[in-house]
Nanobody
Framework: QVQLVESGGGLVQPGGSLRLSCAAS????????MGWYRQAPGKQRELVAV???????NYVDSVKGRFTISRDNAKTTVYLQMTSLKPEDTAVYYC???????????WGQGTQVTVSS
């Protein structure tokens, strides 16, 4: 059974930091491209950051310089370090894994991030 389990969300003040983790099981983690998406109330889900199985990284412009995605294949975990958080970063953050070779993609259940004073 494939599981992507996010953790690390919560309430933080503007300017603060959080680190999200996504622990994967039931997949060959090393061959999956892993990403973080977010969805704010009333808005479409958007890609925040992705790290491919080869280590290529891309970010949405709004988080460049503030967020860092990384992965630990040995721990089958992907991380999203978020700094200088803004109220507009408030959303449910979802972990996503995709394998083009296997034509499979999977989602986590989401973790709430709220940036508010």
């Amino acid at each position: 059974q494939v599981q992507l389990v996010e953790s690390g969300g919560g309430l933080v003040q503007p300017g603060g930091s959080l680190r999200l983790s996504c622990a994967a099981s039931g997949i060959i983690f090393s061959i999956f491209d892993m990403g973080w998406y977010r969805q704010a109330p009333g808005k479409q889900r958007e890609l925040v950051a992705v790290i491919t199985n080869g280590g290529t990284i891309n970010y949405v412009d709004s988080v460049k310089g503030r967020f860092t995605i990384s992965r630990d294949n040995a721990k089958t975990t992907v991380y999203l370090q978020m700094t200088s958080l803004k109220p507009e970063d408030t959303a449910v953050y979802y972990c996503h894994g995709r394998s083009g070779i296997l034509s499979r993609d999977y989602w986590g259940q989401g973790t709430q991030v709220t940036v508010s004073s």
